[in-house]
């Protein structure tokens, strides 16, 4: 690099040269925070979830353009686990383990069939907002797809919230004298989630115009992401009812 010591002569912050090196050859870089082995898995875990719903700005800038695909895979895959545990949790306790698999299986599967449709048709339509209209002399980067199914992938740690919430105003049903319909709380996660995703949006260096159509574009890719699902939600249930009786 031409520089004597591993340090910025700008900003005088301290840098890896290898990492750097790797960076420049297109090799995958680790995710901040999330692949860092010197942290607990769980502190790591909450940690992310915490900046997907509090700060989803700044953790789309901790997020490397050439991220590893793997370990993002990582983290929607443990979402998913952890998701998993605390819905057949909640339903076992309730009514019994055997409607609690049930009911993960009519439930779950529709609303993983909705969560990576919507990802998948996001992730390309804010793929193309952010890489048409540039300013002459920029070139679109090629990994931006790749991206923005890191940032999704990251954002689905707002079905964990869903699932708080869920469990929040049943206990508020259960244990409280509350008779103030609470459905309108339901909603609070997903209208959370669209506001990070749009302030994600908002935030990327592309037209305005072209954000802004996106914005208002997107609730149909989405409307299809729920169709899609209520198709596999329906074998799913059809299936689940013959199977456990429920």
């Not at 999704?152 to 929040?168: A, C, K, M, T």
């Not at 802004?212 to 689940?240: E, N």
Request: with cysteine.
């Amino acid at each position: 690099t031409g520089i004597a010591e591993d340090r910025c002569p700008e900003c005088g912050k301290p840098f890896d040269r290898e990492q750097l090196l790797e960076a420049l050859a297109g090799a995958p870089m680790p995710i901040p925070i999330w692949d860092d082995r010197d942290r607990n898995i769980v502190l790591r875990f909450v940690y992310i979830c915490l900046l997907a719903w509090f700060r989803p700005i700044h953790l789309s800038r901790l997020l490397p353009k050439n991220h590893s695909a793997v370990s993002a895979r990582r983290f929607r895959r443990a979402t998913l686990a952890v998701a998993a545990v605390m819905g057949f949790g909640a339903s076992t306790a309730a009514n019994g383990p055997l409607v609690g698999l049930g009911v993960l299986a009519a439930c779950g599967v529709p609303y993983l069939v909705a969560i990576v449709a919507t990802e998948l048709m996001l992730a390309s339509t804010f793929e193309g907002a952010t890489s048409t209209g540039l300013p002459p002399g920029t070139c679109p980067e090629p990994a931006r797809f790749a991206w923005w199914q890191g940032v999704f992938g990251f954002f689905r740690s707002f079905v964990l919230l869903e699932i708080v919430v869920v469990g929040g105003v049943i206990a508020l049903f259960e244990y409280t004298r509350w008779q103030v319909s609470p459905e309108w709380l339901l909603g609070l996660p997903v209208a959370w989630w669209w506001l990070s995703v749009c302030a994600v949006l908002v935030a990327q260096p592309a037209p305005t115009s072209g954000k802004i159509a996106t914005i208002l574009m997107s609730p149909i890719f989405i409307g299809m992401a729920v169709v899609v699902a209520a198709c596999a939600g329906a074998l799913v249930a059809i299936f689940t009812i013959g199977i456990f009786g429920l």
